[in-house]
């Protein structure tokens, strides 16, 4: 994407800084969806942030890759209001933000996807879809009443999944538990893309799926990011990672150990950066 | 409904996904989409086996016995549907019915407070006894069951304790406390107030339960609570928010009782509990949360109380009577096991 700064491009001295966290070329914050400075999140004598920087460009797509303790589930809770940091400061379009919980995240728009399948099996995909922000029915029968514009909601649900490609659902009304776990993803995929006006977190949305289904997910991303929402997809599974970043952060002991993209480096470089087997080489 | 990308070819599995339903699975759709269907099949199977059995089961009388002799468990099983629908249980349905009831009676009858000061008093303690239940599943993440059993031993012996163990007798008990003893005719049906009171209660919280997005946070909270948390629900405020809509539930419910007994008895209704979850189960709410309403649980209540009184102008013994309707919530709640294996 535009003025990425890809670690390719690093001089010699640069690698130096490489293994233990600061990605080299730092964005102006005001260029950026998000940028993160020198976050640090301890758990008592455990370090979860070592001073991590992230920059999320607009209508890129962002993986963060990293072996299980390396901070990537620390990293995007920092992010997204679900874990305060001890300090460091994040940006939004140029603004400090400071988020105290999900929530607060969520007004300012970003979305996240959990691996867990976050839907109620029971209620039906408009109900999920809309679900802790349904929408009202106007004049008296909303306000006094209170009663749900069920009509409206079920019509744009359907429109936000035919507008992300997501046709072989057609019923708005079926339970979500008669759904297969892809579908069941991808309507929370479709949730996130549709009330997401920053960015949409996706953590580990594949973890629980399938061949088939991982790709409909994989499909999805695309399709977010050509509405041109941009995305931090968080994966350990790198053919996936690979097959629709835009570029790659490598978090290693709380630390960045760098960035890269999938025309610089390999899977198996990146695995080898992620272990430590090796820092991180002129591409 | 099967998961195909256009044009590429279908795999064998997903031809067989496509297959026609056999007349099985769609009977499990349908009960899967309206739970309510199955105890509507059941009343009216009983309505027109018991009829056949003894033809006074169909009399106006009859029906306008029964549905007097249901009101009072219907009530309360409203607010024990809601408490069930959020994967909870409420064992202290009785207790806090009988509390208020009696706390209301002797405000009113030996203390001179104003009769309707008294009601909303007798009802206002109800709806503190479901908060307290409520602070207790959110605050202490003590489970229901254990708190509300906790809460059952608590709330009869502070209403023992403060009636002494004494009925208020009719005599004592100020016109308006009752008022839903009223009776009144409509064609060949006699009516009590109670009754009518109770059916437009019912309407209500169906209404609010399908209708607004609080209905909706109840079932998600009750379908999956993580979920619910991680679309930004507030679980704690939805759960606090249920048990003390059942109290007050069972606090309004308290004036009902009172018109159908006619005194406040500390031994009226001892058996709530089970009798409201039965109605509950068998109405075809899930005891597993999210699944489940207020119109199965009415139907729920007047199955309960139709067997009662078919199978006794049938001439059936007592114990038998018993036996039916444990064999019903045995059968409802493997209905509803099987209704959650329905696929796609």
């Known amino acids: 994407m535009t003025n990425t700064p890809l670690t390719s491009d690093l001089s010699p001295e640069e690698q130096g800084t490489v293994g233990l966290g600061n990605p080299p070329v730092l964005a102006d914050p005001t260029e950026t969806v998000l940028s993160a400075r020198n976050l640090i999140k301890t758990f008592g004598r455990v370090v979860g942030l070592d001073g991590v920087n992230v920059d999320l460009f607009p209508g890129e797509v962002l993986s963060v890759i990293g072996d299980n303790g390396a901070g990537k589930s620390t990293l995007i809770k920092a992010l997204t209001g679900a874990l305060i940091p001890d300090s460091g400061q994040v940006f939004l379009d140029g603004r400090e933000v400071n988020f105290k919980t999900p929530q607060d995240a969520r007004s300012a728009g970003i979305e996240t996807v959990y691996q867990t399948l976050a839907v109620a099996p029971a209620l039906d995909i408009a109900a999920n879809m809309f679900l802790g922000r349904e929408r009202r029915r106007s004049g008296p029968l909303g306000s006094v009443l209170r009663m749900l514009d069920m009509k409206g909601m079920k019509e744009d649900a359907g429109k936000s999944m035919a507008n992300l490609g997501i046709a072989t659902v057609q019923n708005m009304s079926q339970a979500v538990e008669t759904l297969s776990g892809g579908q069941r993803q991808a309507v929370a995929v479709a949730r996130a893309a549709t009330f997401a006006t920053k960015f949409v977190v996706l953590d580990e949305p594949t973890a629980a799926l399938g061949v088939k289904e991982t790709g409909q997910v994989l499909n999805l991303i695309q399709q977010i990011k050509a509405k041109g929402l941009p995305v931090i997809l968080i994966s350990h599974n790198m053919p996936n990672v690979f097959e629709v970043s835009d570029r790659i952060h490598i978090a290693r002991l709380g630390g960045c150990a760098g960035i890269i993209t999938p025309k610089s480096h390999t899977p198996t470089e990146a695995v080898a950066i992620m272990t430590g087997a090796t820092t991180l080489q002129k591409g | ?344």
């Open chain 2, 1 to 344: 409904m099967s998961v195909t990308t256009p044009n590429a070819p279908t795999t064998a599995a997903e031809q067989f996904a496509m297959r026609r339903q056999s007349p099985v699975q769609r009977i499990q759709h349908l009960l899967h989409s309206h739970p309510a269907i199955s105890p509507l099949l059941v009343l009216i199977v009983a309505f027109i086996v018991f009829t056949i059995v003894n033809p006074r089961f169909a009399q106006p009388a009859t029906i306008s016995i029964i549905l007097q002799q249901t009101a009072v468990i219907a009530a309360l099983a409203i607010g024990q549907t809601l408490i069930i629908l959020t994967a909870g249980i409420d064992l202290a349905v009785g207790a806090t019915c009988i509390l208020s009831m009696l706390f209301m009676a002797n405000l009113a009858a030996h203390n001179g407070v104003p009769g309707p000061l008294a009601l909303l008093l007798g009802i206002a303690l109800g709806t503190l006894c479901g908060f307290l239940n409520g602070i207790l599943v959110t605050r202490l993440k003590l489970p229901p069951f254990i708190v509300t059993l906790g809460t059952l031993s608590i709330y009869t012996a502070v209403a023992l304790l403060y009636s002494g163990g004494q009925s208020v007798g009719r005599a004592d008990l100020p016109a308006i406390l009752n008022v839903m003893s009223t009776r009144f005719r409509v064609g060949p049906f006699n009516f009590t107030l109670g009754v009518v009171f109770v059916a437009l209660m019912a309407v209500v919280v169906a209404f609010v339960l399908s209708q607004t997005a609080w209905g909706r946070h109840v079932y998600a909270v009750g379908d999956d609570i993580e979920a619910a948390r991680l679309v930004g629900i507030r679980v704690d405020r939805v759960l606090l928010s249920v048990y003390t809509v059942a109290g007050l539930i069972y606090g309004i419910t308290a004036w009902v009782l009172i018109g159908r007994a006619g005194t406040a008895s500390p031994n009226a209704i001892v058996d709530a509990n089970l009798e409201t979850i039965t109605a509950v189960v068998i109405g075809g709410t899930s005891l597993f949360g999210g699944r489940g309403g207020i119109i199965g649980t009415i139907l729920g209540a007047l199955i309960v109380y139709s067997f009662n009184i078919g199978l006794s102008l049938a001439g059936v013994d007592a114990q038998l009577r018993v036996l039916a309707i444990g064999v019903l919530i045995i059968v409802a709640v493997s209905i509803d096991q099987w209704i959650r294996k329905v696929k796609a």
